[in-house]
């Protein structure tokens, strides 16, 4: 479904002694994604998590390797088509304050070139499902902070994506929006989609995720089901296994 | 593109930039209030001064010894033009107080005659008469004149009294000549002249106005309120993002030009009713005569928004948040604005070489238009050329919106040297505002120190230009802790890549030869007075000569440029763009539109051989080798002409340019293999 093979971001940035040196955000990251699944990634701020879900998503390119796409395993690249498989939701996508929910969905559905009768058909069946009904033509900028999150999550979805990428999608959020996101990605998991997605919460992960990637440094230290992991390191809380692999990495370097 | 993606971004942009306050204001508020308020309220307080100063009754004092006669001219009745109030027998220390505590506006008094040459000559003694004003007050100052000018009406016919007593003619004599100055002008055509003094300078203010907010709205403003990110999810090509945005604020632009030239157009229609109601000017203005000029206007207006549009933007694309993006357009904006006054320079005209210049272009089309000049080989140039530009700065900007530190908000390096020197890091790269400041803190310096020093001589002018050109870089970069190897360059280059810049050099000046004879061709007449320059320094003998304009620039103004300026921009931008905008700084450094393109052409190359190599030392030799190369032109021509005849030939045909071409493209090819020779060595 989602295939990443050896992928690295190299970005610049200023060191403490010296010259602009170049550092790699993601570190030859490889991961597969299948057909109806969550795979949560976690690790600590300035692991990589976001810049690898942006290259995932197809909004930056990586410096080296390959995001394959779909079941052919064509490369990606930026390549348009690909854009449209998958519906990418993070706190950075916000969402056009002075549209309706309405004009932003048509905006949306039009730019994935759906023809007009599809639009109007997917919209009527997200306000239902969202329960949009309320607020659908009101101006974004007017709306509570769970209606924006719901209007984000119908931005994600008119187009009927296959593979959910999601950076944090509860950072921030209450516990009714919160369980509300991760209701929804249960259930598309039902529906057969992939579902890629990065958390800091770990009890989250645990309830909800099939396989988790560790991520430290821009390098994977750990990848497997959550149960796997526990039986390699012996620990129960993820929290905890989590800390031995980062431990683990840190001596062996 | 898509054309169907386009249409819903750009409806998509339209209704988010519509709807927003700011821009409804700046559009629709400011043409259709503001300036025809402007207009209105600036004529009613011009009319109302001046039939204040028509009108007023100016207080005159008169010494004791002036005649009851003169005073005569200034009772009332006496003038239809002016009234006066008089005070008589004024002694003069009185009339100082009176003048100072603005009791009288003028004070006249007859000078005392010599009276010893009148007994002598006998001659008829004149009358010599001393207006006293104070010209810091208004109205005393205007009082003085309504006063000459009675006075003279009193001499002419003191004059006319003295001729008729010898029995002359005194009307023949006294006007000899009769004079009749008649404006053969159509009425349109003076209102057009009128009208195209002011309009395009209000078109343009309202053109910025109208493009600004939208231009920092869809990009600045988007990137704050954090929709880019969410457009990035979007199958969606850069290209087609920027041109939907772009769209949007030509639209923009252009929607609020009209309006304002609506407006404007209704303002003056307005006021030329009163004026022909007035009676001030003829009536009669053929209005059919107006819709060509009316039409060209608008394309031109057309391609002028574009061209604004892209700019605007441009340079919001590198703010983060709107404030950020204000404080960069607010020099872009003076910018432009002072390049508008150009329609009311009366001595400035539309020719090929204006036509080139962009605003002044537009200002000054506009201005011949609404006067009726039409040239249509200049009006297809100014077409033309701001259609380049448009396109120029719309490439531009599709290319620096295509880079991810643009995109995902990395803002400009900020400026350091208002920071303590303890507090900064060590090594860093040079930022970009550090050299905005530093090229214009170079500026000042060459153009008011180098230039007092070149007052003296030009030797001390160029050394001293020289010198500051080298140690201003070099402070600022020690002050900031820049890695003073890394900034500027200091690495050993391998003979392969001296060899290599031998070429390449020699390259770039044979087609900076036809560059040269191309743009002379344009700006004829420019060309001579760039070697009438050069004959200054030949003074001093071939040795000084190649020192000062070949050695020391070598080393001065590489330092500065492919050394400091390079740095900066290499640190935030790719190798293409650092090319380019090196190349373009080092071209307008030399100040002037025919050596521009030769000397950025020279300029991209040195940039890329010092790119390539990371070595300064190739690039001055390099300069050098140019420079060295002008000296033996001037000093030697005979050599050239033995040995190089095409590059002596006064007269260079078409034949020899395309030879010249030839011959620079094959020794820059070469230049360029014999430097990736190395390279590719490493590779394997």
């Given at each position: 479904m989602l295939q990443a093979t050896n992928v690295v971001k190299t970005f610049e940035k200023n060191e403490k002694h010296g010259r602009r040196i170049s550092f790699n955000a993601v570190d030859g990251v490889s991961l597969t994604i299948n057909q109806g699944e969550i795979v949560g990634i976690l690790g600590p701020n300035g692991a990589g998590k976001t810049t690898l879900l942006r290259m995932l998503g197809l909004l930056m390119k990586p410096t080296s390797g390959e995001v394959l796409i779909g079941?052919?395993?064509?490369?990606?690249?930026?390549?348009l088509d690909f854009k449209k498989k998958i519906g990418y939701l993070s706190n950075n996508t916000k969402l056009y304050g002075r549209l309706s929910v309405r004009e932003l969905l048509n905006m949306v559905g039009d730019i994935h070139e759906m023809s007009k009768s599809e639009i109007a058909e997917r919209i009527e069946e997200l306000t239902k499902v969202l329960d949009m009904g309320e607020f659908i033509?009101?101006?974004?900028?007017?709306?509570s902070t769970g209606q924006t999150q719901r209007a984000s999550i119908a931005r994600c979805l008119i187009h009927n994506p296959e593979i959910y990428i999601f950076d944090e999608p509860t950072l921030g959020l209450d516990i009714m929006s919160s369980s509300a996101i991760i209701e929804f990605m249960k259930q598309e998991r039902e529906k057969g989609k992939a579902v890629i997605y990065s958390t800091h919460y770990m009890e989250e992960a645990e309830y909800l995720c099939d396989r988790i990637i560790m991520l430290f440094d821009g390098k994977v230290i750990a990848e497997g089901s959550i149960d796997g992991l526990r039986k390699d390191t012996?620990?129960?809380r993820l929290r905890d296994i989590f800390t031995a692999y980062a431990y683990d990495r840190q001596v062996s370097e | 593109m898509r054309s169907r993606v386009i249409k819903s971004l750009y409806k998509k942009e339209m209704l988010d930039v519509l709807r927003d306050k700011k821009t409804v204001v700046m559009m629709l508020v400011v043409p259709i209030i503001l300036y025809p308020l402007l207009m209105l309220v600036g004529m009613l307080t011009m009319t109302k001064i001046s039939t204040d100063i028509e009108t007023r009754t100016y207080k005159v004092a008169f010494s004791k010894d002036v005649s009851d006669e003169l005073i005569g001219y200034f009772d009332e009745g006496a003038t239809d033009e002016y009234s006066f109030f008089v005070y008589e027998d004024v002694a003069p220390e009185e009339a100082q107080l009176l003048l100072e505590q603005e009791k009288i506006d003028v004070y006249v008094t007859l000078q005392a005659t010599d009276m010893s040459a009148q007994e002598t000559e006998k001659k008829a003694v004149k009358e010599r008469y001393q207006i006293d004003y104070l010209s810091s007050v208004n109205n005393s100052g205007y009082g003085a004149d309504r006063v000459q000018s009675v006075l003279a009406s009193y001499s002419r016919d003191m004059s006319k009294r003295l001729l008729e007593k010898a029995g002359l003619d005194a009307d023949y004599i006294l006007n000899p000549v009769e004079l009749k100055l008649a404006d053969k002008a159509k009425a349109e055509e003076s209102a057009g002249n009128l009208m195209g003094t002011i309009i395009p300078f209000m078109l343009i203010v309202s053109l910025l106005m109208g493009t600004m907010y939208p231009a920092i709205d869809t990009t600045a403003g988007e990137r704050e309120r954090g929709t880019l990110e969410t457009m990035l999810t979007l199958p969606i090509s850069n290209q087609e993002l920027i041109f939907s945005k772009f769209l949007t604020v030509a639209t923009i632009g252009v929607a609020s030009a009209i309006l304002n030239l609506i407006s404007m157009g209704g303002v003056s229609s307005y006021m030329y009713h009163i004026a022909v109601s007035v009676g001030g000017m003829n009536q009669g203005i053929n209005f059919v005569r107006f819709i060509p000029a009316v039409i060209i206007g608008v394309l031109c207006i057309l391609a002028f928004a574009i061209f604004v549009s892209a700019i605007t933007m441009c340079v919001c694309a590198f703010a983060r948040t709107y404030k950020e993006a204000n404080n960069y357009i607010t020099p872009l904006m003076l910018v432009i604005l002072f390049a508008s006054?150009?329609?009311?320079?009366?001595?400035l005209v539309l020719n090929a070489r204006t036509a080139l210049v962009p605003v002044v272009n537009i200002c000054l089309l506009i201005r011949d238009i609404l006067a009726f000049k039409y040239n249509f080989a200049i009006i297809a140039l100014v077409l033309a050329s701001n259609t380049i530009y448009g396109i120029l700065s719309v490439l531009f900007l599709g290319r620096i919106y295509k880079s991810e530190g643009i995109l995902f908000g990395e803002s400009l390096a900020g400026i350091r040297i208002f920071e303590r020197r303890c507090n900064m890091k060590k090594g860093q790269p040079v930022a970009m505002g550090e050299l905005v400041i530093v090229l214009a803190v170079e500026l000042l310096a060459v153009i008011y120190v180098g230039g007092a020093a070149s007052l003296a001589s030009v030797y001390k002018g160029i050394i001293i230009t020289q010198l500051l050109i080298f140690s201003i870089p070099v402070l600022a970069a020690w002050y900031t802790k820049c890695d003073m190897r890394q900034t500027f360059k200091l690495k050993a280059p391998k003979p392969r890549e001296l060899v290599a810049a031998v070429f390449m050099v020699i390259g770039a000046m044979l087609l900076g030869m036809v560059l040269t004879a191309i743009v002379g061709s344009i700006f004829t007449g420019s060309a001579q007075n760039a070697m009438a320059d050069t004959g200054e320094y030949m003074k001093g003998g071939f040795g000084i000569s190649v020192l000062l304009v070949a050695v020391l620039p070598a080393i001065c103004e590489e330092t500065l440029f492919r050394g400091y300026v390079m740095s900066a921009f290499v640190s935030r931008f790719g190798k293409v763009t650092a090319i380019i905008g090196t190349a373009c700084i080092f071209g307008l450094y030399h100040m002037s539109i025919v050596k521009f393109f030769t000397t950025a052409l020279l300029g991209a190359v040195f940039c890329y051989v010092v790119y390539e190599t990371r070595s300064i030392l190739p690039a001055i030799l390099m300069h050098f080798i140019n420079n060295a190369t002008a000296c033996v032109q001037m000093y030697y021509p005979e050599i050239i002409e033995k040995y190089l005849p095409v590059f002596a030939g006064?007269?260079?045909?078409l034949q020899d340019m395309a030879l010249i071409l030839a011959m620079g493209i094959v020794m820059l090819v070469t230049g360029k293999m014999i430097l990736n020779m190395g390279c590719r060595k490493i590779e394997k």
């Open positions: 079941e052919g395993g064509k490369s990606a690249g930026l390549e033509d009101n101006r974004i900028e007017k709306l012996g620990k129960e | 006054f150009a329609s009311m320079l009366p001595n006064e007269t260079v045909t």
